[in-house]
Nanobody
Framework: QVQLVESGGGLVQTGDSLRLSCVAS????????MGWFRQAPGKEREFVAA????????LHADSVKDRFTISRDNAKNTVDLQMKSLKPEDTAVYYC???????????????????WGQGTQVAVSS
């Protein structure tokens, strides 16, 4: 049974930093691209960042480029999202997801991902 568990969310102020972490179990973690998505209140879930199975390729949404960084540790089965210079518009529930294609290219669409975590809340106050 595949499980993805996010942690690290919380309430911060504008300009602060936060690091989200997602630990995976029940899957050959090192073989799958991983992604982070977020969903703000009243909005559709949107792509934030993705990383290839090897960690050699990363993708970031334009809205978070230069502020957020995705990384992974295949020895620990974890994928992290380092967030800095947080803005109120970053407020959302953040979800970790595992791609459905073994050793494929990291995707940016929700349909590219098969397994999802329960999410962790990030709130940024102005």
């Amino acid at each position: 049974q595949v499980q993805l568990v996010e942690s690290g969310g919380g309430l911060v102020q504008t300009g602060d930093s936060l690091r989200l972490s997602c630990v995976a179990s029940g899957v050959t973690f090192s073989s799958y691209p991983m992604g982070w998505f977020r969903q703000a209140p009243g909005k559709e879930r949107e792509f934030v960042a993705a990383i290839s199975w090897s960690g050699g390729l990363t993708l970031h949404a334009d809205s978070v480029k230069d502020r957020f960084t995705i990384s992974r540790d295949n020895a620990k089965n974890t994928v992290d999202l380092q967030m800095k210079s947080l803005k109120p518009e970053d407020t959302a529930v953040y979800y970790c997801a595992a791609d459905r294609t073994r050793r494929g290219a990291p995707g940016i669409r929700q349909s590219d991902y098969k397994y999802w975590g329960q999410g962790t809340q990030v709130a940024v106050s102005s």
